[in-house]
T-cell receptor
Framework: GNSVTQMEGPVTLSEEAFLTINCTYT??????LFWYVQYPGEGLQLLLK?????DKGSNKGFEATYRKETTSFHLEKGSVQVSDSAVYFC????????????FGQGTILTVHP | DAGVIQSPRHEVTEMGQEVTLRCKPI?????LFWYRQTMMRGLELLIY????????DSGMPEDRFSAKMPNASFSTLKIQPSEPRDSAVYFC???????????FGPGTRLLVL
C-alpha cells in the first residue's frame, strides 16, 4: 500500500535560515503529491502540490519538486520567518489509496527571531 | 466560498454521553473525509464518503463511532457512548474528485471527562 515518510522533527531554525523538510513516498502508479501546513489551533491548509514527475509546486516562498526517480518530494524555503512556525505534512493521493490522502507523520517547525 | 464549516468548535462532555459533530463541506465537492488528530497517534482518517455514500470506514475505531451523510451539504460523526480516550481534534475535509486537494475545516476540539 501507499506510505509517506517525513524527516524526524522537531526542526528549530533561526529567522532567515534555509529550510529543508525531507519527504519520501511509496506508491504504485503515478500519485499526486502535496504539502499541507497546520498553524497552531487551526486545520490543515494546502501549501503546494505537484501532480506529475518533475513538476515543481510553489507557494509563499516554499517549493517542492516531484522526483519519481528518488520517490521524494522535499519541501524547501530559502529564508524562513517566525510566521512559518507550524506543523508540515507531506501527503500523496492515488496508487492504492483511491480517493483519499495518505499523510506523513508531520514535522514541527519552530523559527526563532 | 465559506470553506468547510464544522460545529461545534469545542465540546466538553462527560464519559458515557453521546457526542455529535457536524460538518458542511464546500458546495459542489463530492468527497467528504473525517479525521481525528491526537498527539499520540497523529492524523488518522476515520471514514470518507463519495457522493454521500461511505466508501471506506476502516479507520473507524469501534462500533461506538458512526458517521452519516444524508445529503451533499451535511455530515455527522457520532460517538455513543463517549470515553476519555476519544478526546482529540476531529477534522472534516472535502474535495472535488479524486487525487485533488482536500480542504479542511477548523476542527472540533473534543474533551471527554
Amino acid at each position: 500500500g501507499n506510505s509517506v515518510t517525513q524527516m524526524e522533527g522537531p526542526v528549530t531554525l533561526s529567522e532567515e535560515a534555509f529550510l529543508t523538510i525531507n519527504c519520501t513516498y511509496t506508491a504504485t502508479g503515478y500519485p499526486s503529491l502535496f504539502w499541507y501546513v497546520q498553524y497552531p489551533g487551526e486545520g490543515l491548509q494546502l501549501l503546494l502540490k505537484a501532480t506529475k514527475a518533475d513538476d515543481k509546486g510553489s507557494n509563499k516562498g516554499f517549493e517542492a519538486t516531484y522526483r519519481k526517480e528518488t520517490t521524494s518530494f522535499h519541501l524547501e524555503k530559502g529564508s524562513v520567518q517566525v510566521s512559518d512556525s507550524a506543523v508540515y505534512f507531506c501527503a500523496l493521493s492515488g496508487g492504492t489509496s483511491y480517493g483519499k490522502l495518505t499523510f506523513g507523520q508531520g514535522t514541527i517547525l519552530t523559527v526563532h527571531p | 466560498d465559506a470553506g468547510v464549516i464544522q460545529s461545534p468548535r469545542h465540546e466538553v462532555t462527560e464519559m458515557g454521553q453521546e457526542v455529535t459533530l457536524r460538518c458542511k463541506p464546500i458546495s459542489g465537492h463530492d468527497y467528504l473525509f473525517w479525521y481525528r488528530q491526537t498527539m499520540m497517534r497523529g492524523l488518522e482518517l476515520l471514514i470518507y464518503f463519495n457522493n454521500n455514500v461511505p466508501i471506506d470506514d476502516s479507520g473507524m475505531p469501534e462500533d461506538r463511532f458512526s458517521a452519516k451523510m444524508p445529503n451533499a451539504s451535511f455530515s455527522t460523526l457520532k460517538i455513543q457512548p463517549s470515553e476519555p480516550r476519544d478526546s482529540a481534534v476531529y477534522f472534516c475535509a472535502s474535495s472535488l474528485g479524486t487525487g485533488l486537494s482536500q480542504y479542511f475545516g477548523p476542527g472540533t476540539r473534543l474533551l471527554v471527562l
